[in-house]
């Protein structure tokens, strides 16, 4: 943010009665390193007389004959993270655009709600990720949200991400491109029912698994508070999940060991009155084997998670109502319903496929416009390519990130990495998804492993403390970074000796 408030500086100095050309303000305001940084920027510029002002909208301007070819990525996610780990530095000059700077490891961010895993245990800086971001010149990271496309002058709009009462006021800039790669990922489905983005949290970000804690815990010690009537406690200790996919099971099943192993321990007060309700208007974990469904429907119930079939009408401060007019109060409400396009994806002038999402060929590109490719959840394959659209999973994001990485390392180094010169390159074979499985823990040391590679299809299927080894023995080595690792090692030693942490920091 610091280089926005420069930035914003300079911009205040385009418009004073006093004339100053660009190298003295730079020399009077900054010192000689910032020059170097703004030389890579492109600026408008409106002559008057001897002086030329700086224009208020800065960006990065089309690349030059003899600098590197830049490919400009949307989003931090899976898709993007995976994309840019894979990107070669000597072809590219790589620029990230995300509201976020770091990689979110999804799969275990359920336990940070409950003290299992801290939040640093799930998330890995892009910088890390790709070290030329913070090293080579030409190369950036810029905490912003892409507002439009021009994909006639393959210009990216951007703006920057503010925050609380005393930051500047939004930057706007540009950002031309060579190659551009959208993995803006999705947003959670809300089906239009009023009162959820008020009242429920959703569970896809760190700060989403902050603010669960943060609430959880302040509920257990407002319960304990002298004068709280019985009714007010239990609606206050009881925790509802909305939507009985792997997200909502496993967080279902972190809850109730969180409550079995610590509360009962430490809020003895309460310990009777915290209650778990999982609701699903079908059957939970529909993509899983029908063994491992109605084994993990008897293990939820087993350990205290109430399970109830329904479809939520309204949500209101203190209770949602259910399809049969069912009333149920809550203390906290998280929802986990699956996702769908973001308004900026849907916003788009881009093709679409079925559902919404932007629209792909069997190479990843969009079709109809150059140099512009789609990865992740934002994306699916166009009807003409007689695919079916993929799951929104980790493994899909990861795998395309990996195959347009190697794609477009191959195009760079057969010349085509400049803008508008790919038109007739073959670009070899397309990309195919091969799934590998599923797992879900549903907590008493218990997990589901499902390695059918279709829901049709036959293939080994475990339930039990041999998948939950497994189901934590893959994780562990699929984290993003041996930093990660360990520290996720160290917190699962950590909770297993002294118990989860309840500090509510």
Known sequence: MSVFRNLSRISQYSYSSKPHTLNTIVTNRFHAPLSTFLSHFATATATNTHTDYLAPHVGLGPTKAHEKSRVVVLGTGWAGSRLMKGLDPNIYDIVCVSPRNHMVFTPLLASTCVGTLEFRSVAEPIARIQPAISREPGSYFFLANCTSIDTDHHVVHCETVTEGEETLDPWKFTISYDKLVIALGAQPTTFGIHGVYEHAIFLREVYHAQEIRRKLLLNLMLSDVPGIGKEEKQRLLHCVVVGGGPTGVEFSGELSDFIM???????????????????????????????????????????????????????????????????????????????????????LDLPKSPGGRIGIDEWLRVPSVQDVFAIGDCSGFVESTGRPVLPALAQVAERQGKYLAALLNKI??????????????????????????????????????DLRQSKEAKGLSLAGFLSWFVWRSAYLTRVVSWRNRFYVAINWATTFVFGRDISRI
């Open 261 to 347: 192993r610590d509360v009962r321990q430490r809020y003895a007060h309460v310990k009777d009155y915290i209650h778990v309700t999982l609701i699903e208007a079908n059957e939970i974990l529909s993509s899983f084997d029908d063994r491992l469904r109605r084994y993990a429907t008897k293990q939820l119930t087993k350990s205290g998670v109430r399970l109830v079939r329904g479809i939520v009408k309204d949500v209101q401060e203190k209770k949602i109502i259910l399809n049969d007019g069912t009333e149920v109060p809550y203390g906290l409400l998280v929802w986990s319903t699956g996702v769908g396009p973001s308004p900026i994806v849907r916003s």
């Open 412 to 449: 760079g180094r057969a010349n085509g990495s400049r803008a508008n010169s790919i038109k007739d390159m073959d670009f070899g074979d397309p990309f195919v998804y091969k799934h590998l499985g599923s797992m879900a823990t549903i907590g008493s040391y218990k997990a589901l492993v």
